[in-house]
């Protein structure tokens, strides 16, 4: 089972180490990570495995959302599913 | 596989253009729950819901989680509660509407619907005490819906039952005159209704239906909108090739909540529903996908053919991406649930005659319209037997959900508040239609019902 995190917002020193650390604290492995900046908008999308996980799915979801509101940005958590199926026959 | 604009444009859709999913709805059955005593039948309803449907809206909540995606409403329909109420003559029937409010407050859904009849063909014991309690119940209750099938293209329309139904709605109106008549807001009449919507008011859970299943309802008007938008000058076989991708994106995300609530509750997943269901919400309009295809407003000449288009490429993108389509499947035109609607009624631009016309060719019906609360009950009657007309003739479900407001006239509005939103009085026809409506008995079922 693999996860979506989109990160949207102004750029800032360590948006990616902050991300990732929470999906290191939570057991969430890091596959593939494509970000870019764009004058000073920053906008990620990592891809992580959330098999191994040993808390909560939705309490991955809640510590994204909470870091977002933090920093200022937009994060997104959501099951890869969705963009599976919506944009596959 | 995942690419980046697949993943963006999913997040817009939810983020920007109110991309939800309507509606989870549990379809309960009641039928072993009939006990000749009402109270024993009250009790053993109440344990069934609950037993059923006591972990609906804990799932709702964590599917909104994994997916990202909004579920607005976790509500249940019932089998209609007439069959339950024939073995309990004599009985307060409203005691079965408390029960199920008792049960709506446990689970914590937002409706219960199938406070309803049956008598497309006539009425049976249980059913004319029921229809008669509804004003009743809807006074007394918060998230209980009704619902009554007055005809069908099968049997033809119940004249009784269309006249019985005009008195009901305006009485429903004048027993919460002082909540804005919102009884009248839970009550909904029907011709060809159907036994999988998961959609209220009219949602009930009907006799052929399994024991206990799973419905989606998906919303979406803002998607399809916005995707229009990025086409002015596409023509109008381009737009319905647009509108059928939108949708069938839109319909596999409520596949996917439908097949995912099914596994977690372990119940058998029934139908998504294709509808695109508006919000009073800016940017969640069905009028304003129609002004997008090149009409000034809503309701001016036009807008029955595109709604006709617009109605057919919702299904054809649709019904590829979900294994069982159901329920009404179609774009609703609920007056005082959408914005557009509403300020094109506000205008005097959108009226009761275009919008009968619009329900030939689209789901559902003369839905949420105000009416002047002076208007007599036969005139109600009047226009459901028109709208019952349209769906027997046509083969297709039509229903009415008027609501008289009570001491207002043309010019002053009614306030629902949130889905229900708000509705300006529509005025209709001053020339009676009494002398029909007192007539009773039946119209006669059309030549093409006769199949076999």
Known sequence: MRAVVTVIGKDNVGILHKVSGICAEMGANVIEVTQSVLQDMFAMIMLVDITGMDKDFAELVDRMSALGSELGLSIHTMHEDIFNSMHSV | ?????????????????????????????????????????????????????????????????????????????????????????????????????????????????????????????????????????????????????????????????????????????????????????????????????????????????????????????????????????????????IIKKTAFKITRMGQLVGARASELLGVPFGIVDLSLAPTPAIGDSVAHILEEMGLEMCGTHGTTACLAMLNDAVKKGGVMASSTVGGLSGAFIPVSEDAGMIDAATAGVLTIEKLEAMTAVCSVGLDMIVVPGEISPETISAIIADEAAIGMVNTKTTAVRLIPAIGKKEGETLEFGGLLGSGPVMPVKESSAAKFISRGGRIPAPMHSLKN
């Open chain 2, 1 to 241: 596989m995942l690419n980046v604009y697949n993943i963006l444009e999913t997040i817009r859709m939810i983020q920007d253009e109110c991309l939800d999913i309507r509606t989870i709805t549990m379809g309960i059955s009641l039928l072993d729950c009939i006990d000749t005593d009402i109270d024993r039948a009250c009790e053993k309803v109440y344990e069934k819901i609950v037993s059923r449907a006591g972990r609906l809206v804990a799932v709702g909540q964590q599917i909104e989680k994994e997916y990202g995606i909004p579920i607005v409403n976790k509500r249940i329909s019932v089998t209609p509660i007439a069959m339950l109420a024939a073995a309990c003559p004599g009985g307060d029937v409203v005691k079965f509407a408390k029960a199920l409010q008792r049960a709506a407050d446990t689970c914590g859904v937002n409706f219960i619907g199938g406070y309803s009849a049956l008598v497309h063909k006539g009425f049976s014991a249980g059913d004319e005490a029921l229809i008669r309690s509804i004003p009743e119940a809807l006074a007394v209750t918060d998230n209980i819906c009704s619902s009554v099938n007055i005809g069908s293209t099968k049997s033809g329309i119940n004249m009784d039952a269309v006249a019985l139904m005009g008195q009901i709605v305006k009485e429903t109106a004048q027993r919460t005159a002082d909540r804005d008549c919102i009884g009248a807001a839970k009550l909904v009449v029907f011709c060809n209704a159907v036994e999988d919507n998961p959609f209220m008011a009219g949602a009930f859970h009907g006799v052929g239906e399994p024991d206990c299943e799973i419905h989606v309802g998906v919303s979406g008007p803002g998607v399809v909108r916005s995707a229009l938008s990025k086409y002015p000058d596409a023509s109008i076989n381009e737009l319905a090739d």
